[in-house]
């Protein structure tokens, strides 16, 4: 079983940057992928970015050049470097787990209860 947990979110003003991280528990982590989705109210889940167990990375277009997603295989732990924010981009953030990168949120097997991130014009 893994059980990521998702931790950094807060208000922060248009422009602003914030890091999120996600810790996954379990000996499995190094051959997972990790991915962040995020939601606003009343909108459907998006993905944002995701990270594979070689490093290689993909994003979606609305936050390329401003979020960076890494991973720390030592400490189980994903994080979502966000700058250049905009209120645009409040949502609540939720990190998952897979066996394989994927931008589709049907292909990860466990989620995190995620953590809101408003942003204020």
């Known amino acids: 079983q893994v059980q990521p947990v998702e931790s950094g979110g807060g208000s922060v003003p248009a422009g602003g940057s914030l890091r999120l991280s996600c810790e996954a528990s379990?000996?499995?982590?190094?051959?997972?992928?990790l991915g962040w989705f995020r939601q606003a109210p009343g909108m459907a889940r998006q993905f944002v970015a995701a990270?594979?167990?070689?490093?290689?990375?993909t994003y979606a277009g609305s936050v390329k050049g401003r979020f960076t997603i890494s991973r720390d295989n030592a400490k189980n732990t994903v994080y979502l470097q966000m700058n250049n924010l905009q209120p645009q981009d409040t949502a609540r953030y939720s990190c998952?787990?897979?066996?394989?990168?994927?931008?589709?949120?049907?292909?990860?097997?466990?989620w995190g209860q995620g953590t809101q991130v408003p942003v204020s014009s």
């Open positions: 990270v594979g167990h070689n490093d290689e990375v």
């Open positions: 379990g000996r499995t982590f190094s051959s997972r992928a």
């Open positions: 998952a787990v897979s066996s394989r990168l994927s931008s589709y949120d049907r292909d990860y097997n466990y």
